[in-house]
């Protein structure tokens, strides 16, 4: 968002607490307000409390689905005109039309990227005057993330008084580290990740990284069961190398991290880890 950009009042509602609690980070971390809620029938009471000018809302939700809470705001005079986006696993033709049906002005897929998030976001005219947002720091273009070996970023800080690395030099580090911890912890290998920092938020996108056998499962009769055991196990094994992973953020970056939050779609396999940093990352 451009500096001088109003900040806005987000409501995100998804019962998926890791994805929806990484998603307000970002939308924070850009200089916004924002109040996270797991559930459709808590959203409606959250809402006429919070006045969110614009909602992010998954599709999929137990007890009230998407479709149905944002038909049921659009029946309330006070959200008629508020910018309501689904947030979906799903975003093929039928679900998006299915969205567009129920009063949804928008459909973006999960995870959604940082260039979905910042076009949303500047397309929200606040419904009243808020205070000026923090313009975020400078982001990676949205082109292949440029790479840089751990033992490359260690000979570059050896080299230099302030041993610190550039952003750009960090974020390309960042990726070759969590590339090789890939292969060599689950055994996968994924060209495509991107990184980017924003303040005390490391965020991580890695492209396509389901096995064949989570392929499979995804598939079984029970799609549904299937989905949710792919995010068990992918979570379990996040969680495991957890110390290993924040221990590479630390090498890269010089900053411990705070906590980590993680999320990855089982229809594209697109996988987010959000890092919040103790502090901000110093560059050279």
């Known amino acids: 968002m451009a500096a001088d950009k109003t900040a806005i009042r987000v409501l995100i ?21 924002v109040h996270v809620t797991y559930s459709g029938s808590q959203a409606l009471d959250v809402a ?19 479709c149905v809470l944002a038909n049921q705001f659009r029946q309330i005079p006070a959200f008629a005109h ?13 679900h998006t039309r299915l969205a567009m049906n129920a009063g949804f002005d928008g459909v973006l897929a999960k ?7 910042t076009e949303t976001l500047d397309g929200v005219k606040p419904v009243s005057s808020r ?6 720091r400078e982001r990676s273009d949205a082109g292949e993330e440029p790479r840089l070996s751990i033992a490359e970023a260690r000979r570059i800080r050896s080299q230099r008084n302030s041993k610190a690395l550039t952003q750009e030099e960090c974020q390309a ?39 064949l056998a989570e392929r499979h499962l995804g598939k079984t009769v029970l799609p549904e069961m299937g989905r949710d055991l792919i995010k068990q196990s992918r979570k379990q094994l996040v969680e495991l190398a957890r110390p290993m992973l924040e221990s590479l953020v630390h090498e890269v970056a010089g900053i411990r991290v705070r906590s980590m939050h993680h999320d990855i779609s089982t229809v594209t396999g697109e996988e ?11 560059f050279g």
């Open 13 to 33: 509602v998804d019962d998926n607490r890791d994805g929806a609690d990484a998603l307000g980070l970002v939308v924070e971390a850009l200089g916004n307000q």
């Open 48 to 66: 006429k409390a919070f006045r969110p000018d614009l909602m992010l809302i998954d599709l999929a939700m137990p007890e009230m689905d998407g």
């Open 272 to 282: 987010v880890i959000v890092f919040t940093l103790t502090e901000p990352p110093r």
């Open 173 to 211: 580090a960042l990726c070759e580290g969590i590339i090789g911890f890939q292969e060599e912890y689950m055994g996968l290998r994924s060209e495509k990740i991107h990184s980017y920092i924003i303040r005390d938020l490391l965020v991580v996108r890695i492209q396509g990284t389901l096995t």
């Open 111 to 117: 995870p959604v990227s940082l260039r979905d998030i």
């Open 131 to 136: 205070q000026p947002a923090v313009s975020p």
């Open 82 to 94: 508020i910018m309501i986006v689904a947030v979906t696993g799903h975003a093929d033709a039928g």
